[in-house]
Protein backbone atom coordinates (compact mmCIF):
# COMPACT_ATOMS: atom_id res chain seq x y z
CA UNK A 1 0.00 0.00 0.00
CA UNK A 2 3.22 2.28 0.60
CA UNK A 3 4.34 2.20 -2.56
CA UNK A 4 1.18 3.07 -4.72
CA UNK A 5 0.92 6.19 -1.99
CA UNK A 6 4.05 7.43 -2.19
CA UNK A 7 4.68 7.18 -5.90
CA UNK A 8 1.05 9.15 -6.49
CA UNK A 9 2.10 11.49 -3.81
CA UNK A 10 5.91 12.35 -5.73
CA UNK A 11 3.51 13.37 -8.28
CA UNK A 12 0.62 15.15 -6.23
CA UNK A 13 2.82 16.95 -3.52
CA UNK A 14 4.26 19.65 -5.95
CA UNK A 15 0.84 20.27 -7.30
CA UNK A 16 -1.07 20.62 -4.06
CA UNK A 17 1.89 22.82 -3.12
CA UNK A 18 1.30 25.25 -5.83
CA UNK A 19 -2.14 25.18 -5.09
CA UNK A 20 -2.07 26.10 -1.48
CA UNK A 21 0.47 29.24 -2.26
CA UNK A 22 -1.82 30.04 -4.64
CA UNK A 23 -4.91 30.17 -2.51
CA UNK A 24 -2.93 31.20 0.66
CA UNK A 25 -1.14 34.22 -1.37
CA UNK A 26 -2.71 37.76 -0.43
CA UNK A 27 -1.79 40.44 -3.17
CA UNK A 28 -4.23 43.32 -2.64
CA UNK A 29 -3.73 46.80 -4.22
CA UNK A 30 -1.61 49.41 -1.97
CA UNK A 31 -0.79 53.10 -2.60
CA UNK A 32 2.40 54.29 -4.25
CA UNK A 33 4.97 56.35 -2.74
CA UNK A 34 4.25 58.79 -4.96
CA UNK A 35 0.63 58.55 -4.83
CA UNK A 36 -0.45 61.22 -2.67
CA UNK A 37 -4.16 61.71 -3.59
CA UNK A 38 -5.90 59.37 -1.47
CA UNK A 39 -8.69 59.77 -3.66
CA UNK A 40 -6.86 57.84 -6.41
CA UNK A 41 -7.48 53.88 -6.46
CA UNK A 42 -4.52 52.22 -5.53
CA UNK A 43 -2.85 50.55 -8.24
CA UNK A 44 0.08 48.85 -7.02
CA UNK A 45 0.15 44.86 -5.64
CA UNK A 46 1.41 44.35 -2.27
CA UNK A 47 3.83 41.23 -3.17
CA UNK A 48 4.51 39.20 -5.85
CA UNK A 49 1.21 38.26 -8.10
CA UNK A 50 1.01 34.54 -9.29
CA UNK A 51 -1.57 33.71 -11.76
CA UNK A 52 -1.89 30.07 -12.74
CA UNK A 53 -0.04 26.96 -11.23
CA UNK A 54 2.54 26.60 -13.59
CA UNK A 55 3.67 29.82 -12.93
CA UNK A 56 3.91 29.06 -9.42
CA UNK A 57 5.51 25.64 -9.85
CA UNK A 58 8.33 27.72 -11.90
CA UNK A 59 8.89 30.53 -8.64
CA UNK A 60 8.56 27.35 -6.33
CA UNK A 61 11.46 25.70 -8.23
CA UNK A 62 13.37 29.02 -9.17
CA UNK A 63 13.53 30.28 -5.45
CA UNK A 64 13.63 26.79 -3.16
CA UNK A 65 15.12 23.83 -5.57
CA UNK A 66 13.73 21.08 -5.25
CA UNK A 67 13.25 20.73 -1.46
CA UNK A 68 10.64 23.22 -1.81
CA UNK A 69 8.80 21.75 -4.38
CA UNK A 70 8.83 18.39 -2.00
CA UNK A 71 7.71 20.60 1.59
CA UNK A 72 4.93 18.80 3.20
CA UNK A 73 5.74 15.28 1.83
CA UNK A 74 6.10 13.86 5.59
CA UNK A 75 2.65 14.65 6.78
CA UNK A 76 1.01 13.55 3.43
CA UNK A 77 2.55 10.70 3.27
CA UNK A 78 0.74 10.01 6.85
CA UNK A 79 -2.21 11.02 6.54
CA UNK A 80 -2.99 9.12 3.04
CA UNK A 81 -1.99 6.15 5.00
CA UNK A 82 -4.01 6.77 8.24
CA UNK A 83 -7.27 7.63 5.70
CA UNK A 84 -7.03 4.98 3.90
CA UNK A 85 -6.94 2.47 6.56
CA UNK A 86 -9.98 4.65 7.59
CA UNK A 87 -11.79 4.41 4.73
CA UNK A 88 -11.23 0.63 4.33
CA UNK A 89 -12.47 -0.17 7.88
CA UNK A 90 -15.78 2.43 7.19
CA UNK A 91 -16.60 1.72 3.26
CA UNK A 92 -17.67 -1.45 2.16
CA UNK A 93 -16.06 -2.43 -0.87
CA UNK A 94 -13.46 0.40 -0.96
CA UNK A 95 -10.02 -0.42 -2.39
CA UNK A 96 -7.31 -1.49 -0.59
CA UNK A 97 -4.60 0.13 -2.62
CA UNK A 98 -6.24 3.49 -3.38
CA UNK A 99 -5.34 6.45 -1.83
CA UNK A 100 -6.98 9.17 -0.46
CA UNK A 101 -6.95 12.51 -0.03
CA UNK A 102 -8.83 15.16 2.61
CA UNK A 103 -11.32 15.63 0.61
CA UNK A 104 -12.06 13.09 -1.29
CA UNK A 105 -15.38 11.04 -0.25
CA UNK A 106 -15.87 7.33 -1.46
CA UNK A 107 -18.71 6.69 -3.30
CA UNK A 108 -21.22 5.05 -0.66
CA UNK A 109 -23.78 5.77 1.09
CA UNK A 110 -24.85 9.06 3.02
CA UNK A 111 -24.62 7.31 6.21
CA UNK A 112 -21.07 5.55 5.35
CA UNK A 113 -20.21 8.78 3.48
CA UNK A 114 -20.69 11.17 6.82
CA UNK A 115 -18.96 7.88 9.19
CA UNK A 116 -15.70 8.47 6.91
CA UNK A 117 -16.11 12.07 6.02
CA UNK A 118 -16.42 12.46 10.08
CA UNK A 119 -13.47 10.34 10.92
CA UNK A 120 -11.20 11.42 8.41
CA UNK A 121 -11.80 15.21 9.89
CA UNK A 122 -9.96 14.31 13.06
CA UNK A 123 -6.96 13.63 10.53
CA UNK A 124 -7.77 16.34 8.01
CA UNK A 125 -7.46 18.94 10.10
CA UNK A 126 -3.93 18.88 11.69
CA UNK A 127 -2.78 17.61 8.47
CA UNK A 128 -4.49 20.28 6.89
CA UNK A 129 -2.27 22.68 9.45
CA UNK A 130 0.51 20.90 9.35
CA UNK A 131 1.01 21.11 4.92
CA UNK A 132 -0.30 24.15 4.47
CA UNK A 133 2.21 25.90 7.03
CA UNK A 134 4.97 23.83 5.73
CA UNK A 135 4.38 24.39 2.07
CA UNK A 136 4.09 28.50 3.07
CA UNK A 137 6.91 28.92 5.45
CA UNK A 138 10.27 30.22 4.16
CA UNK A 139 12.21 27.77 6.43
CA UNK A 140 14.12 25.00 6.12
CA UNK A 141 11.87 22.04 7.68
CA UNK A 142 14.57 19.17 8.22
CA UNK A 143 12.68 15.48 6.92
CA UNK A 144 14.25 13.69 9.57
CA UNK A 145 13.97 15.87 12.77
CA UNK A 146 10.03 16.29 13.45
CA UNK A 147 10.63 17.94 16.33
CA UNK A 148 12.50 20.68 14.43
CA UNK A 149 10.21 21.05 11.82
CA UNK A 150 7.07 21.19 14.13
CA UNK A 151 8.61 23.98 16.57
CA UNK A 152 8.66 26.05 13.12
CA UNK A 153 5.25 25.48 11.93
CA UNK A 154 3.20 25.29 14.94
CA UNK A 155 3.19 27.79 18.12
CA UNK A 156 4.66 26.92 21.72
CA UNK A 157 0.76 27.01 22.69
CA UNK A 158 0.01 24.83 19.91
CA UNK A 159 2.53 22.45 20.99
CA UNK A 160 1.69 22.37 24.50
CA UNK A 161 -2.08 22.31 23.16
CA UNK A 162 -2.53 20.32 20.42
CA UNK A 163 -5.95 20.21 20.21
CA UNK A 164 -6.40 23.65 19.97
CA UNK A 165 -5.38 23.11 16.23
CA UNK A 166 -8.95 22.21 15.76
CA UNK A 167 -10.21 25.28 17.18
CA UNK A 168 -8.65 27.43 15.14
CA UNK A 169 -11.37 30.27 14.38
CA UNK A 170 -13.33 28.94 11.52
CA UNK A 171 -11.25 26.09 9.98
CA UNK A 172 -13.69 22.96 11.07
CA UNK A 173 -17.17 24.91 9.95
CA UNK A 174 -15.34 25.32 6.53
CA UNK A 175 -14.40 21.86 6.75
CA UNK A 176 -17.77 20.55 7.71
CA UNK A 177 -19.57 22.54 5.31
CA UNK A 178 -17.32 21.20 2.74
CA UNK A 179 -18.07 18.01 3.60
CA UNK A 180 -22.07 18.17 3.87
CA UNK A 181 -22.17 19.52 0.28
CA UNK A 182 -19.92 16.40 -1.12
CA UNK A 183 -21.90 13.91 0.52
CA UNK A 184 -25.26 14.93 1.21
CA UNK A 185 -25.93 17.16 -1.33
CA UNK A 186 -23.46 16.25 -4.26
CA UNK A 187 -24.25 12.29 -4.05
CA UNK A 188 -27.62 12.61 -4.17
CA UNK A 189 -28.10 14.81 -7.07
CA UNK A 190 -25.85 12.26 -8.80
CA UNK A 191 -27.54 9.32 -7.82
CA UNK A 192 -31.01 11.00 -8.55
CA UNK A 193 -29.79 12.12 -12.28
CA UNK A 194 -27.06 9.63 -13.82
CA UNK A 195 -28.21 6.00 -11.38
CA UNK A 196 -26.05 4.26 -13.07
CA UNK A 197 -23.13 6.35 -11.71
CA UNK A 198 -24.51 6.41 -8.18
CA UNK A 199 -21.34 4.65 -6.94
CA UNK A 200 -18.65 5.88 -9.12
CA UNK A 201 -17.44 5.08 -12.43
CA UNK A 202 -16.66 1.34 -11.26
CA UNK A 203 -20.25 0.96 -11.10
CA UNK A 204 -20.08 1.29 -14.61
CA UNK A 205 -18.44 -1.63 -15.27
CA UNK A 206 -20.59 -4.76 -15.99
CA UNK A 207 -19.27 -7.60 -18.22
CA UNK A 208 -23.08 -9.33 -18.58
CA UNK A 209 -24.35 -5.53 -20.48
CA UNK A 210 -21.42 -3.82 -21.74
CA UNK A 211 -24.34 -0.99 -22.77
CA UNK A 212 -25.32 -0.31 -19.09
CA UNK A 213 -24.12 3.32 -19.20
CA UNK A 214 -25.37 4.52 -22.35
CA UNK A 215 -28.74 2.96 -21.67
CA UNK A 216 -29.20 4.62 -18.27
CA UNK A 217 -27.67 7.88 -19.65
CA UNK A 218 -30.10 10.52 -20.73
CA UNK A 219 -28.84 13.75 -22.22
CA UNK A 220 -30.91 15.97 -20.43
CA UNK A 221 -30.09 15.01 -17.32
CA UNK A 222 -26.42 14.66 -18.25
CA UNK A 223 -26.36 18.68 -19.06
CA UNK A 224 -27.92 19.16 -15.61
CA UNK A 225 -25.38 17.34 -13.89
CA UNK A 226 -22.91 19.28 -15.56
CA UNK A 227 -24.68 22.05 -14.54
CA UNK A 228 -24.38 21.95 -11.35
CA UNK A 229 -21.18 20.47 -10.89
CA UNK A 230 -19.93 23.86 -12.48
CA UNK A 231 -22.25 25.45 -9.70
CA UNK A 232 -20.44 22.84 -7.04
CA UNK A 233 -17.33 24.97 -7.99
CA UNK A 234 -18.93 27.95 -7.42
CA UNK A 235 -19.03 27.05 -3.86
CA UNK A 236 -16.80 25.01 -2.99
CA UNK A 237 -13.76 26.97 -4.49
CA UNK A 238 -14.12 29.94 -2.17
CA UNK A 239 -14.76 27.53 0.65
CA UNK A 240 -11.29 25.79 0.25
CA UNK A 241 -9.53 29.12 -0.16
CA UNK A 242 -10.85 30.53 2.86
CA UNK A 243 -9.84 27.23 4.89
CA UNK A 244 -6.18 27.40 3.05
CA UNK A 245 -5.82 30.75 4.30
CA UNK A 246 -7.77 30.18 8.07
CA UNK A 247 -4.92 27.14 7.99
CA UNK A 248 -2.56 29.43 7.99
CA UNK A 249 -3.34 31.33 10.91
CA UNK A 250 -1.50 30.90 14.00
CA UNK A 251 -2.93 30.32 17.41
CA UNK A 252 -1.67 31.83 20.54
CA UNK A 253 -1.69 31.64 23.89
CA UNK A 254 -5.03 34.44 25.07
CA UNK A 255 -4.40 34.17 28.86
CA UNK A 256 -1.33 35.82 30.55
CA UNK A 257 -0.50 32.89 32.97
CA UNK A 258 -0.06 30.78 29.14
CA UNK A 259 2.00 33.91 27.57
CA UNK A 260 4.59 33.53 30.65
CA UNK A 261 4.65 29.70 29.84
CA UNK A 262 5.16 30.09 26.41
CA UNK A 263 7.48 33.41 26.49
CA UNK A 264 10.72 30.89 25.94
CA UNK A 265 11.44 31.69 22.62
CA UNK A 266 13.01 28.38 19.85
CA UNK A 267 16.39 28.66 18.00
CA UNK A 268 15.17 30.29 14.79
CA UNK A 269 15.74 27.87 12.00
CA UNK A 270 17.74 28.17 8.86
CA UNK A 271 15.26 29.57 5.68
CA UNK A 272 15.79 27.66 2.57
CA UNK A 273 17.18 28.66 -0.55
CA UNK A 274 21.22 29.28 -1.34
CA UNK A 275 21.38 32.18 1.00
CA UNK A 276 20.15 32.37 4.91
CA UNK A 277 17.05 34.19 3.35
CA UNK A 278 15.19 33.89 0.35
CA UNK A 279 14.62 36.82 -2.16
CA UNK A 280 11.08 36.31 -2.02
CA UNK A 281 10.60 36.20 2.12
CA UNK A 282 13.36 39.01 2.03
CA UNK A 283 11.53 41.39 -0.70
CA UNK A 284 8.05 40.80 1.71
CA UNK A 285 10.67 41.95 4.87
CA UNK A 286 12.03 45.03 3.04
CA UNK A 287 7.97 46.00 1.58
CA UNK A 288 7.12 45.70 5.32
CA UNK A 289 9.40 47.92 6.34
CA UNK A 290 9.22 50.21 3.92
CA UNK A 291 5.36 50.49 3.99
CA UNK A 292 5.56 51.18 7.73
CA UNK A 293 7.95 53.74 7.83
CA UNK A 294 5.71 55.38 4.70
CA UNK A 295 2.72 55.15 7.40
CA UNK A 296 4.92 56.80 10.10
CA UNK A 297 5.43 59.84 7.46
CA UNK A 298 2.00 60.28 6.73
CA UNK A 299 0.74 59.89 10.11
CA UNK A 300 2.39 62.91 10.91
Not at 241 to 247: E, N
Request: with cysteine; hydrophobic share 45%; charged share 20%.
Amino acid sequence: MIGPIGVGLIIAVPLAGAIVRLRANYTPKGLQLDQEDTDVAPQARVGPAVDGIVNMLRRIYRLEGWPGMYKGFVPALISTIVITLWAILTVPGHAKYRPCSQVYVPATSILHGLLYGMGALLVAIPYEILFNRAVCTPHRLPWLQPMQALRTILTPYERRKPWVLYLTPGLLAARMLILVWLVAVAQVVRAKLLPSLSRGLSSVHDPDDQNRMTKHLKPVKLIIFLAFSMASTVILCPLEVLATRLSVQRNHSKTEADRTIDGASDPIPDYLGKKKMSSHYEARMIHTEASSIVEKGWSR
